[in-house]
């Protein structure tokens, strides 16, 4: 069974860039055409699309993040990537990973991991 | 783009139906017939409930339901049950350049 695993810093300073991956168990990234994506909550908020990448490589991202994000895949290593430069404390979140079998569904959830941007 | 519009709170007897509304426009929920829906309980990630617009996944209960009429989606559960109360996110596609919104979420209390 397809498992995903959120990794990376829990503390980030303000300015600085966040990164974090998720690695993919129980299957392979690139051998099904699904998209892998990033999702983020606030505390005591909603949810908010950061993210996608197909398995064929085309990017998406949320317009009001896009100067600031980079999703990237690592086949070698089963694990997806996410870069969130000039941070603030707005970007303070539970980030989660997962797997789209298209755009809007998100049929597979990481855990999630909580990221909290404070110097 | 602004999210998609979604009641702050619902609530329900158990045994009772109830409907959560997701309102958008013919750019995201009104185009397209990709609109899912996730149950959130407290401290955990979200579940798919529904997908395109009325599927359900497998292992899902059939007490949950979608529909969808104009920029309008719909999420129904019938025969309401004490841990049905959770967060419920709508998710809709919403073409290129924005891609995907998601609703603002609607708490479920169930009496």
């Known amino acids: 069974q397809l498992q995903l695993q959120e990794s990376g810093p829990g503390l980030v300073k303000p300015s600085e860039t966040l990164s974090l991956t998720c690695t993919v168990s129980?299957?392979?990234?690139?051998?099904?055409?699904?998209?892998w994506g990033w999702i983020r909550q606030p505390p005591g908020e909603g949810l908010d699309w950061i993210a996608s990448?197909?398995?064929?490589?085309?990017?998406y991202y949320n317009p009001s993040l896009k100067s600031r994000v980079t999703i990237s895949v690592d086949t070698s290593k089963n694990h997806f990537s996410l870069k969130l430069s000039s941070v603030t404390a707005a970007d303070t979140a539970v980030y989660y990973c997962?797997?789209?079998?298209?755009?809007?569904?998100?049929?597979?959830w990481g855990q999630g991991t909580l990221v909290t941007v404070s110097s | 783009q602004s999210a998609l519009t979604q009641p702050a709170s619902v609530s329900g007897s158990p045994g009772q139906s109830i409907t959560i509304s997701c309102t958008g426009t013919?750019?995201?929920?009104?185009?397209?017939?990709?609109v899912s829906w996730y149950q959130q309980h407290p401290g955990k990630a979200p579940k798919l409930m529904i997908y395109?617009?009325?599927k359900r996944p497998s292992g899902v209960s059939n007490r949950f339901s979608g529909s969808k009429s104009g920029n309008t989606a719909s999420l129904t559960i019938s025969g309401l049950q004490a841990e049905d109360e959770a967060d419920y996110y709508c998710?809709?596609?919403?073409?290129?350049?924005?891609?995907?919104?998601f609703g603002g979420g609607t708490k479920l209390t169930v009496l």
């Open positions: 998710c809709s596609y919403a073409g290129s350049d924005t891609w995907v919104l």
């Open positions: 395109d617009v009325s």
């Open positions: 997962a797997r789209l079998p298209t755009m809007a569904t998100i049929y597979i």
């Open positions: 013919s750019s995201d929920v009104g185009g397209y017939n990709y």
């Open positions: 129980g299957g392979s990234i690139s051998s099904s055409t699904y998209y």
């Open positions: 990448i197909y398995y064929s490589g085309n990017t």
